[in-house]
């Protein structure tokens, strides 16, 4: 079975940082795409930043020359370096990949279980 882990979401202050990192596991033929989503409460989701298979990344405006996204691609992990956090960063954090499975060679969509971020003034 095909799945992404997340981990180090936190409490942290105004200022601080946080590294959130997220493995894919299981028989993957081909990942695409990696990214991190946030949701914050009574918003949409919106997307964080993205990766994709050759390394070309873009952020949102809200968050550029604050995070950086980088892939260890022999691992299948994907990670988020938050920098400067603000309290408008306060949310649920969503890892994201394009991956085609072993057991049916097609590209689905597949998504984390989010790990609380929450940034304190």
């Known amino acids: 079975q095909v799945q992404l882990v997340e981990s180090g979401g936190g409490l942290v202050q105004t200022g601080g940082s946080l590294r959130l990192s997220c493995a894919a596991s299981?028989?993957?033929?081909?990942?695409?795409?990696m990214a991190w989503y946030r949701q914050a409460p009574g918003k949409q989701r919106e997307l964080v930043a993205r990766?994709?298979?050759?390394?070309?990344?873009d952020y949102a405006d809200s968050v550029n020359g604050r995070f950086s996204i980088s892939r260890g691609y022999a691992e299948n992990t994907v990670y988020l370096q938050m920098n400067s956090l603000i309290p408008e960063d306060t949310a649920v954090y969503y890892c994201?990949?394009?991956?085609?499975?072993?057991?049916?060679?097609?590209?689905?969509?597949?998504w984390g279980q989010g790990t609380q971020v929450t940034v304190s003034s």
């Open positions: 994201y990949a394009e991956m085609a499975p072993y057991s049916d060679y097609r590209v689905h969509d597949y």
């Open positions: 299981g028989s993957i033929f081909v990942i695409n795409d």
């Open positions: 990766v994709d298979e050759v390394g070309s990344v």
